[in-house]
């Protein structure tokens, strides 16, 4: 039989899908309904997916939610990398500035010198952080400020783990040089998918969870999704997460103050920056 004049074969075969069964549409692009008539993509079981992804599929009504999760979590990574970066960005002006080596050859302590970049970090944070926040609103209508006083716990924890980081940056810098620098501006990054922003560290490969388990953010992430999605404070992840910043803060200063002595030993003080 000729095909009908006017009318294309693909266009043919698509009213036939429509007319007869509309399902083989859905399902040959991968595509579910939920009860409430949504259409949500679900990847093929043996396709690879990321780590978003998994987390995403397994929960359908999590959906409705996503987008002040994913908010959420981009804005307390935001305070992690900030303490971070902030209290290295103070370091290395003092490294540029070439002031340094007259800082050490005063009667300064190191615990005073570090205490003084965790201050400039703080007041460096809230100065880009908090703004941040109050644009989420204007221009997301999300508010961070939802998580109540859980905010200002979450906010301490990954501040101090971000200085821990910091220090340990600071003092690889003072040991082997500026060419170390980059780790300051990677570091989180590199740590950020350990620490479960988007997702719950469960969707993560067995042999990279117990890397996890060590990150304070981690826990951090974890309480702020409890929080908006169940909605549920959880305090002993707020607990296991102070507990960990103990160990970081404790390590930390220990690896700065090492670093420190070894190159003073070495005469590197007067070398770096040069």
Not at 49 to 74: D, M
Not at 86 to 91: G, Q, T
Not at 106 to 132: K, N
Request: hydrophobic share 55%; aromatic share 12%.
């Amino acid at each position: 039989m000729s095909p009908a004049p006017g009318k294309h074969p693909h266009e043919r075969r698509a009213q036939s899908h429509r007319r007869d069964d509309p399902a083989p549409l859905v399902s040959d692009l991968g595509i579910g309904a939920t009860p409430g008539g949504a259409v949500l993509l679900a990847p093929d079981a043996d396709d690879p997916v990321g780590f978003i992804q998994t987390h995403l599929v397994q929960r359908s009504g999590f959906f409705a939610r996503a987008g002040g999760i994913l908010l959420g979590g981009v804005m307390l990574l935001d305070v992690l990398f900030r303490g971070q970066i902030s209290l290295c960005v103070s370091f290395f002006e003092e490294i540029y500035s070439r002031n340094l080596s007259h800082l050490m050859a005063t009667p300064l302590r190191l615990s005073v010198f570090a205490m003084s970049l965790m201050a400039a970090s703080l007041l460096r944070t809230l100065i880009g952080w908090v703004p941040a926040t109050l644009f989420a609103i204007w221009f997301f209508g999300f508010s961070i400020y939802t998580l109540g006083l859980a905010l200002g716990l979450f906010f301490l924890s990954l501040i101090a783990f971000g200085w821990s980081i910091g220090l340990v940056v600071a003092g690889l810098v003072l040991r082997f040089g500026l060419g170390a620098e980059g780790m300051a501006w990677s570091l989180i990054f590199a740590l950020a998918p350990l620490s479960g922003e988007h997702y719950p560290v469960s969707v993560l490969s067995a042999w990279l969870q117990w890397a996890s388990h060590i990150l304070p953010a981690s826990y951090i992430f974890e309480g702020m999704r409890a929080i908006l999605t169940e909605p549920t404070f959880r305090p002993e992840l707020l607990v296991a997460a102070f507990a960990l910043n103990l160990l970081w803060l404790a390590g930390g200063p220990f690896a700065f103050f090492a670093f420190t002595r070894a190159a003073r030993n070495r005469g590197m003080l007067l070398q770096v920056g040069e």
